[in-house]
């Protein structure tokens, strides 16, 4: 409990946010390398998933493919990988390029997974009734994908993302083993003082991080998801919890 208390006392130190500070502070700066690691590993990550994604949730096309990559995927270990892109990229570019290249291209592909997943899941999730009477009544595929398919697989494709962003942040944190910024050099930096306060108060920072992050990602998947299926749903769940159990049956 003392070891919390200290962590929190250094976590809210004004002198530890302050400008000028020593390395690894200040912890804005940390914060916002954290925040541009992960959000540039995103982006790419999302430019290749997700039409990918929607892709293989629009025509069924290579649904064995996503199942295995994305199971695969997952099981690959990050900090090897980071360290096997560094010793290959260390060879072509410059000491300073090599750690951030190796480094965004491992988060890159820790992303990818969830949100092929998240995005062929959600297409797969929309009625086949509904895309055989938008094609009914003369849509063509692409007015079919954006404007039916998309709209109503939305909360899952977010859900992808979401578990891609926390995969993310809490992964960047090894960043920090390659000579990058971020929070993970605030716990590094901590294990080589052996000073507790900086590693549990990383540790914290990289959790409150997430949690926001999360709770943003939960309310944008709720106000994207489409009300007349979420009340349709609900109604049914209702309907069947008030329907009467049969009675067992009497023997004469």
């Known amino acids: 409990m003392n070891l919390l208390l200290s962590a929190l006392r250094w976590l809210f130190d004004p002198t ?5 500070s020593q390395s690894p502070l200040p912890i804005q700066d940390r914060l916002v390398e954290h925040l541009a690691y992960t959000a540039i590993a995103v982006v790419i990550a999302a430019l290749i998933a997700l039409p990918l994604g929607c892709y293989i949730g629009h025509t069924g096309r290579g649904r064995q493919f996503v199942i295995g990559f994305t199971g695969s995927m997952r099981a690959l270990p990050t900090l090897g990988l980071l360290f096997f892109l560094l010793m290959v990229f260390g060879y072509f570019l410059s000491y300073d390029t090599a750690p951030l290249v190796g480094a965004t291209i491992a988060f890159v592909i820790l992303a990818i997974p969830s949100m092929l997943a ?3 899941s959600g297409l797969e999730s929309v009625d086949r009734q509904t895309i055989d009477a938008a094609r009914a009544n003369g849509m063509t595929e692409w007015q079919i994908l954006t404007a039916v398919e998309i709209p109503l697989g939305l909360p899952l494709i977010i859900g992808g993302i979401r578990a891609a962003v ?3 942040i809490a992964t960047v944190t090894i960043a920090s083993y390659a000579g990058l910024g971020g929070l993970g050099r605030i716990i590094t930096s901590g294990i ?3 000073d507790y306060d900086l590693i549990l108060g990383g540790a914290l920072l990289v959790t409150a991080l997430a949690l926001l992050v999360d709770g943003a990602f939960a309310l944008l998947q709720r106000a994207t998801a489409t009300k007349g299926l979420t009340d349709s749903k609900a109604a ?3 309907t069947a919890s008030r329907s009467p159990r049969p009675r067992a049956r009497q023997d004469a």
Do not use: F, K, P
């Open 166 to 168: 926390l995969q993310v």
């Open 16 to 20: 530890n946010w302050a400008a000028g």
């Open 118 to 120: 998240g995005a062929y």
């Open 236 to 238: 049914g769940r209702r």
């Open 192 to 194: 080589g003082l052996n």
